[in-house]
């Protein structure tokens, strides 16, 4: 996609602001609030320049996010105390390969460096792995190293599953719940996961930028449950139940295909599916998270999978 906006120096904003990449889309938006109400000025990198709904109270500055001219990176990164990069693409699709999302990166954060970004908070994933057989997780390992080797000072925060306004798999979920008389649950879906508040992986990642050595941390939630379980959860708050059909991996993947094919979106990737069944998104430290999913499901019901959030809408179109 092309920048809708002029790649330009900013000579309006003080040197010291903190720099967020996507920070009207999902987490990024959360991190930029979080940073305003800290009375920290604001840059944020987008690919569009116009705000969604929801995102008005989000007052701060915007430069591209565009990958093709690095003097225009630099300049839109110079003076910038701190980069919060939530940079990513959720599967392989179209052209765009997680090996490209990996040389952004490295664009992005040599930029950083170029322009004398103090610090660094990465977003990353829970357990990325150089030698994972998942794309996702090898590649953020791969982000994590060009962070690490980048000279700058840097915090690397790893979500598992984040839940919060604007997600997109949970809403999906409830959405299915809501309409679907069965809901395919692939093996026993007795595997794990630890979902986290997007608030609190906001919290995470300022207080990450906050400390002064180097740090690798989970952003995590105080609950870890069953697949079975989180997808129940979904189900009692929004007070509907389909039948739970437990089922092969394979047939779920197929059933979700032929849903998003209706929906012209692409729903669940089959190493979206791995990774979870893994438990990957699971995190094996303490956690930092506070908010629980259940609270913010039961105050959420009421709009929660009212309607579909398509990934590819949202981020490929
Ligand atoms: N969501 C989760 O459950 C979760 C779990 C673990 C880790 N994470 C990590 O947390 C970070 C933020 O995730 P998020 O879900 O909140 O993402 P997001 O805000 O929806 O997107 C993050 C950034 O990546 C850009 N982006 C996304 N898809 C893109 C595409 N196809 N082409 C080019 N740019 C694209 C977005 O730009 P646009 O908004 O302009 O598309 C935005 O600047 C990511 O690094 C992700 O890997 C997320």
């Not at 903190?18 to 990024?28: E, L, N, Q, R």
């Not at 952004?104 to 004398?116: F, K, M, Y």
């Not at 809901?183 to 026993?188: K, N, R, S, V, Y």
């Not at 499901?297 to 949202?314: C, H, I, V």
Request: a neutral charge.
């Amino acid at each position: 996609m092309e920048p809708a906006m002029e790649p330009v120096a900013h000579p309006s904003m003080e040197p010291g602001f903190d720099v967020v990449t996507g920070g009207f889309s999902y987490t990024g938006r959360f991190i930029a609030r979080r940073l305003l109400a800290q009375e920290r000025r604001v840059r944020t990198l987008v690919r569009s320049p116009e705000q969604p709904p929801g995102t008005e109270d989000i007052k701060v500055d915007m430069a591209p996010l565009q990958f093709t001219d690095r003097s225009a990176l630099v300049e839109s990164l110079r003076g910038a105390d701190v980069l919060y990069n939530t940079y990513w693409v959720r599967f392989r699709h179209g052209s765009m390969s997680f090996g490209e999302a990996v040389a952004n990166t490295r664009t992005l954060i040599g930029a950083a460096a170029e322009a004398g970004v103090r610090k660094i908070v990465h977003i990353s994933v829970s357990n990325p792995s150089i030698d994972s057989h998942l794309d996702y997780y090898a590649g953020k390992a791969r982000t994590e190293e060009i962070v690490r080797g980048s000279g700058l000072r840097w915090a690397i925060v790893r979500p598992t599953l984040v839940f919060g306004t604007g997600d997109i798999l949970v809403n999906n979920i409830a959405w299915l719940i809501r309409r679907m008389p069965i809901f395919l649950i692939p093996g026993l879906g007795g595997y794990r996961v630890q979902p986290v508040a997007v608030e609190d992986v906001a919290e995470i990642a300022t207080w990450a930028a906050e400390q002064s050595d180097n740090l690798i941390v989970d952003a995590a939630g105080p609950d870890t449950v069953t697949y079975g379980e989180f997808v129940e959860g979904i189900a009692i708050a929004v007070g509907r139940r389909p039948r739970f059909v437990y089922t092969s991996p394979r047939l779920t993947l197929l059933a979700g295909d032929v849903v998003a094919w209706r929906l012209r979106d692409v729903m669940l990737t089959k190493q979206e599916l791995q990774g979870l069944m893994e438990e990957l998104l699971v995190s094996h430290e303490k956690p930092l998270g506070t908010r629980r999913m259940d609270n913010w499901l039961l105050t959420n019901a009421e709009t929660l999978g009212r309607t579909y959030a398509s990934e590819l809408d949202r981020h490929w179109r």
